[in-house]
């Protein structure tokens, strides 16, 4: 079973490389796996999530439940440690091009993570939950 591993590269002050773990790297992590299309890695074609298309169905209940089982699948395949704590939020952007999806997870069973994504048609963008 592949999994992305807790490790995220972040550039420090001095121009050196950060090793950020512990909550704030499986967030990263998680928001990546959601961010990427599923089927655009030709050797890795379950990797990602279907996410983004969803954006411009959102108008009934087939809708939410899809995106809450795209993250929960790509919760339960690449971020085992984490769970989806609640409901998940929907919210169509004012010029209708966008969703924000909000969503809290439980990390390691010690932690709770409240994450804001903006999804679009080309991106997966955190609005806040997470530290980047």
């Not at 969803?54 to 699948?73: G, H, R, V």
């Not at 809290?104 to 994450?115: A, E, F, G, P, W």
Request: glycine share 6%; proline share 3%.
């Amino acid at each position: 079973m592949s999994k992305i591993l807790g490790y995220s590269p972040i550039m420090a002050s001095n121009g050196d490389f950060t090793k950020i773990t512990d909550s704030v790297s499986l967030v990263q992590d998680l928001i990546s796996a959601l961010s990427i299309k599923k089927g655009s890695y030709a050797f890795n074609p379950t990797l990602g999530s279907n996410l983004s298309e969803y954006i411009f169905d959102f108008s009934d209940n087939f809708t939410y439940t899809a995106i809450k089982n795209e993250i929960e699948l790509t919760l339960a395949k690449f971020q085992p440690d984490m769970t989806l704590v609640g409901d998940v939020s929907l919210a169509k952007t004012l010029n209708g091009n966008g969703l924000v999806v909000s969503f809290t997870v439980n990390i390691l069973q010690k932690y709770t993570n409240n994450i804001n994504l903006l999804v679009t048609n080309n991106d997966i963008i955190p609005l806040s939950g997470v530290t980047i």
